[in-house]
C-alpha cells in the first residue's frame, strides 16, 4: 500500500455487533478482492486502538488515505449499509480518482 491508496478502518463491537463482519461480508470481500487495505478493530478486544482513533461508537467506518483520515460514517451509515459492496465501491472509487 502506498501512502495514497486508502485503508479502510472498520471498528465494531464482537458483544453487540456479533453479526457485523457476516452481515457484509460481501463489502469486505469486495476491499480484500481489489487489494485494499482493511483494518478490521473489535473494541472489545483492542480498545486503545479504538482510543487512537477517537471512536467512542460502533460501527463505525474510517477511510484513511495518505495517512489521515478523510471520511468518518457511523452508527447512521451502518444502519443505511456503508459496507456494501456497491456503497464501498462508490467511496474507495471516489478516493482513488482523488
Same mark, same amino acid.
Given at each position: 500500500?502506498?501512502? !495514497? =491508496?486508502? %485503508? &479502510?478502518?472498520?471498528?465494531? +463491537? +464482537?458483544?453487540?455487533?456479533?453479526? *457485523?463482519? &457476516?452481515f457484509y #461480508? @460481501?463489502?469486505? !470481500? /469486495? *476491499?480484500?478482492?481489489?487489494?485494499?487495505?482493511?483494518? &478490521?478493530?473489535?473494541?472489545a478486544e483492542?480498545?486503545?486502538? #479504538? %482510543? @487512537? /482513533?477517537?471512536? +467512542?461508537?460502533?460501527?463505525?467506518?474510517?477511510?484513511?488515505?495518505?495517512? $489521515?483520515?478523510?471520511? $468518518?460514517?457511523?452508527?447512521? +451509515?451502518?444502519?443505511?449499509?456503508?459496507? =456494501?459492496?456497491?456503497?464501498?465501491?462508490?467511496?474507495?472509487?471516489?478516493? &482513488? $480518482?482523488?
Amino acid at each position: 500500500m502506498t501512502d !495514497a =491508496e486508502p %485503508r &479502510v478502518w472498520i471498528f465494531y +463491537s +464482537s458483544k453487540t455487533e456479533p453479526e *457485523l463482519l &457476516v452481515f457484509y #461480508a @460481501d463489502g469486505l !470481500a /469486495y *476491499l480484500k478482492d481489489n487489494d485494499i487495505e482493511m483494518k &478490521v478493530v473489535d473494541i472489545a478486544e483492542d480498545p486503545d486502538t #479504538a %482510543r @487512537d /482513533y477517537d471512536v +467512542s461508537s460502533t460501527p463505525t467506518v474510517l477511510i484513511e488515505k495518505e495517512g $489521515e483520515i478523510e471520511e $468518518e460514517f457511523g452508527v447512521v +451509515s451502518y444502519l443505511n449499509g456503508i459496507l =456494501e459492496k456497491e456503497n464501498l465501491k462508490e467511496i474507495i472509487e471516489g478516493k &482513488v $480518482e482523488d
